[in-house]
């Protein structure tokens, strides 16, 4: 029944995941695949630069709700299903799921975004306060830089961390912060592997910086 569960998780959670709406928001409303403009990718950070904040807030909340409704729904398999294997298994399992789905969307030619925002959603559904230290990461991080890529990174590489300190020292319910930071260290690695392309523009300082003027 565990294998059931899993296969049932991480099956739902992707199909979900596949539906990235930055690709979605641009077909619809303005008849164009965002893939096809300024850095080609289909997240919510390309939205607001082609089409402007109220397009970029309908992607950012369409995102981080599908990662956030995935967990909830691998949660509830879990708990249906395969009590016994814990409903945190089941969490993790569909914020996998739905990561990769958001990637390599099977709906559209398996060319998504970059993670971020569905990221976010899940952490939110499987732990609020793990979201909650992410995000004044993240804040900090492009306060000071006012590059987005870098501080989506830098919540990345927090993640395991917080997750690790968070599980060891204020919620022992589950008894396994090796794990629980093993599937976050997970969930990060996808993140960080799909910013690999920022990465190298930031070590050769060309990333783009919020306020900079576009280049022709």
Known sequence: MTILAAALCAGCAYLLGSLNFAIIVSHLFFHKDIRQFGSGNAGMTNILRTFGKPAAAAVLTGDVLKGTCSV?????????????????????????????????????????GKGVSVATGAILAIEPMIAGGLLVTFLVVIFCSRIVSLASITA??????????????????????WLNTLFAAVLAALVIYM??????????????????????
């Open 72 to 112: 909830l729904l691998g949660k509830l398999i879990f708990a249906c299903l395969a009590p016994q294997a814990g409903i945190l298994i089941g969490a993790y399992l569909a914020a996998t799921g739905a990561i990769l789905g958001h990637l390599f969307p099977v709906y559209f030619g398996f060319k998504g």
């Open 156 to 177: 990345a590489v927090s993640y395991p961390i917080y997750t690790f300190l968070y599980f060891r020292f204020f919620d022992q319910e589950y008894g396994h912060p």
């Open 195 to 216: 910013h690999r392309a920022n990465i190298q523009r930031l070590r050769n300082g060309t990333e783009y910086r919020f306020g900079d003027k576009k280049k022709n």
